[in-house]
């Protein structure tokens, strides 16, 4: 039995450390890998305690720094290690899976500014900014992509796109960092929801069914907030503040708007006996297709306001 446990506490660890070195490795699994990069010492501190879940995260960040050195090391202590720990002490003291996701929520949203002022103070590189760079290299990449289609931007217009890009993730950084907070917040507990239920451990806290996601109507005093701001912005063209608050509370405001109208076309696709995996395919369509996305945004305000999900009862 000892073994066993000693077993499964080693492969929670190397698992995490592998996670991290594809996500360094290869670009394109990166997106998913940090999603879920919480999910296995979250595990581990499940099955089998803080004390081992935080040996552990000492353990990978050695065998990381042995591999890649202290730079990747000190990334991987917070966006595994300690998130994950996070996740998984809050997710034995929460009473529902409401009370999960708000506190999960705002420990991402902690680890990943602390981690972003420590290690600004000691590189000097903030490592969730776009340099420009990087945001060359992406525009390239998407030139290069449309090169053999026949379309091929020029040199001077490749630069003007890769200003705009800086420009908008500096602006927009803060709503970034929330919103993917609460996407990398509900991938990991599906992650550990499903692994758990596979395993026959203890079952996580539940949500409710995401057809009956509603958000209260007090979250339109926010939406006036914002739209003030984005007045006292044109008002006062040179006080930036304005513009970055209003920017980022309305880009929060519109994911949440977003979610709202999805659950209420999931709500709609159940009460039609749609089957769940083609659901799920319309609603990430609906998530990544903006002009239905926007819709669903616009759906999601009056949804709020109305409780739509009323009416079509009654109907």
Known sequence: M??????????????????FTVGIL????????????PAPFML?????GLKEALTGALLGSVIVYVISGPV??????????????????????????????LAALTASITVKVILMIVFTRITGVNPFAMTPETAVGVVNSISSALSGSGLSPSQTAIQGYASAMVETVSLLMPSMLILFSAVDTFATYAVVSFVLKKLGSEKLVKLPPFG???????????LLAALILDFASKSFPDNRVFVVISANLMEVL??????????????????????????TVIAV???????????????????????LRNRIRRK
């Not at 009956?212 to 926010?222: D, E, G, L, Q």
């Open 2 to 19: 000892r073994s066993k446990i000693i077993f499964e506490w080693i492969f929670w660890i190397l698992l995490s450390v592998l996670m």
């Open 26 to 37: 290869v670009a394109l699994a990166a997106p998913l890998v940090v999603l879920v990069a």
């Open 44 to 48: 581990l501190l499940r099955r089998q």
């Open 72 to 101: 990747p090391a000190f990334m991987y202590v917070f966006t595994f290690g300690l998130i994950g720990i996070a996740f998984g002490v809050i997710s034995k003291k929460a009473k529902n899976g409401i009370d999960f996701i």
């Open 212 to 222: 009956i996601w509603r958000f209260p109507k007090n979250i339109f005093w926010a």
């Open 254 to 279: 519109r994911g949440i708007f977003m979610v709202e109208g999805i659950s209420l076309c999931w709500y709609y696709m159940t009460r039609r006996g749609i089957h769940r995996a083609l659901k």
């Open 285 to 307: 369509f609906c998530l990544f297709f903006p002009p239905v996305s926007y819709i669903l945004s616009m759906v999601g305000i009056f949804d709020i306001w109305y409780d």
